[in-house]
């Protein structure tokens, strides 16, 4: 589809290309089919961040006309560092230690975090860029903005030049504010989380459009405000990437941070379990790890027994990751069993499902994760109950490796495309 006079739409972000992980592919790959949808898209982005993540590979997805502007940012990561090279790393990354493990400079770091920089360690970016791109969007005559958290702070440049320059705003959302996970974690005193909730209330009821990523934020969203909602989910791209043949052992792998909260014991269990009982398994499995680990899990695992299956890969780029995603015989899917997680889609679900490889998730009871799964028919969903199921699924998936029978027959997968979910954006914005 060609559009000779496309509109312009200023793009607000803060993970672009070098950065690495799933939250930068989300506007990476709208940008990329945008124009095909009537769309001129501009990016804004910082000159200098802090990324915890950087992935060289994703910068050759970037396309060749579009515009991107950038502005430099004052972040407090570079401070903190002098006290914790590491902790900060990890804290920025989203990997935060369990309390009763959290050293003084970890829960000092945290503590600061939660309440000298609200809504996120991004906010000294705000002033500046709305001063920026107040005149920017006045001389360039720009009627349309995005800003996609978190960072949350972003939603309030949108605030800002809302008000200032009379544009229509979308606030995406990738992940909640106050019921993320890690928003419990930041030691916030009464006073910061009221001024939390008072942000992001103004936000949600401020914003022309609210764009989220699951029906459970919606759902959420929906009892804040009454300003239109529309679910838009993470999706999967075409890519070149091939592999000869899968992995010689029953290979489970993990694809991406496995945090300390996201540490599934039953698993553990389940297959030092099997270990024990079963030669065949004993001999043939491997778990692999490729991503950042946390502590607290690999700690886990070696309590469990599992030492000598266990292969911690580490962060890789992304094309190596679709790599491991594709030759592994199955691939773990884990989230945190609580209420707010229900709402939670890892990017990586997407490309898993076009991997041809079966998925194994845990989570939470009636999640979004659970929905997509199942109606996709590319895996297994189990709740953090489901002990006994799970052990017979995992049985089941290597009796089908042994007569080297372990498909996957995935269905409805189209709407998912990331195209196809660009093409949905892009009527949204040209209303």
């Known amino acids: 589809m060609k559009v000779m006079n496309k509109k312009k739409v200023l793009i607000i972000c803060y993970y672009w290309p070098p950065a690495g992980g799933p939250g930068v592919q989300r506007w990476l790959k709208f940008v990329k089919y945008l124009p095909e949808f009537g769309i001129d898209p501009i990016v804004y982005c910082p000159e200098n961040p802090s990324y915890p993540i950087v992935d060289e590979s994703l910068i050759s997805d970037i396309p060749n006309e579009i515009i991107i502007i950038k502005q430099p940012i004052k972040e407090p990561y570079a401070l903190a560092k002098l006290f914790s090279k590491k902790s900060t790393k990890s804290i920025s990354s989203g990997v935060i230690p369990k309390k009763k493990k959290q050293s003084f400079i970890e829960r000092l770091m945290l503590y600061v975090r939660g309440n000298f920089f609200i809504p996120d360690a991004r906010k000294n970016w705000i002033k500046p860029s709305v001063a920026f791109l107040s005149k920017y969007i006045e001389e360039k005559n720009i009627e349309t903005i995005i800003t996609t958290g978190p960072p949350h702070s972003l939603h309030l440049v949108g605030l800002q030049l809302q008000k200032l320059n009379k544009v229509k705003w979308f606030a995406d959302f990738r992940d909640p504010w106050t019921t993320i996970g890690y928003h419990k974690a930041l030691k916030l005193t009464k006073s910061s989380a009221r001024k939390h909730i008072a942000l ?232």
């Open 200 to 431: 992001e209330s103004e936000v949600l009821n401020s914003a022309d459009h609210i764009i989220v990523t699951s029906n459970h934020t919606k759902q959420e969203f929906e009892t804040k405000t009454e300003q239109p909602i529309t679910v838009i989910t993470n999706g999967y791209d075409s890519h070149s990437v091939r592999v000869e043949e899968k992995d010689k052992n029953f290979t489970l792998s993990h694809i991406g941070s496995l945090l300390s909260e996201r540490n599934p014991l039953i698993l553990w269990q389940v297959l030092s379990e099997l270990i024990n009982e079963n030669s065949e398994f004993s001999e043939a499995f491997q778990l692999n790890l490729i991503g950042v680990v946390s502590d607290d899990v690999v700690s886990s695992i070696e309590a469990s027994g599992l030492n000598n299956h266990l292969n911690i890969v580490g962060y890789v780029n992304h094309e190596e990751a679709i790599k491991y995603q594709m030759k592994s015989q199955a691939l773990l899917l884990i989230e945190i069993d609580s209420e707010d997680t229900k709402a939670i889609i890892p990017g990586k679900l997407f490309e898993y499902m076009i991997s041809e490889t079966p998925i194994l998730a845990i989570g939470p009871e009636n999640s979004d994760i659970e929905q997509i799964i199942k109606s996709t028919n590319t895996g297994s969903y189990f709740k953090y109950q489901d002990k006994n199921q799970l052990k017979e699924q995992i049985l089941k998936y290597f009796e089908l490796f042994k007569n080297n029978d372990l498909k996957v027959n995935a269905i409805g997968l189209q709407p998912y495309s990331r195209k196809s979910l660009t093409e949905k954006l892009g009527n949204l914005l040209l209303e």
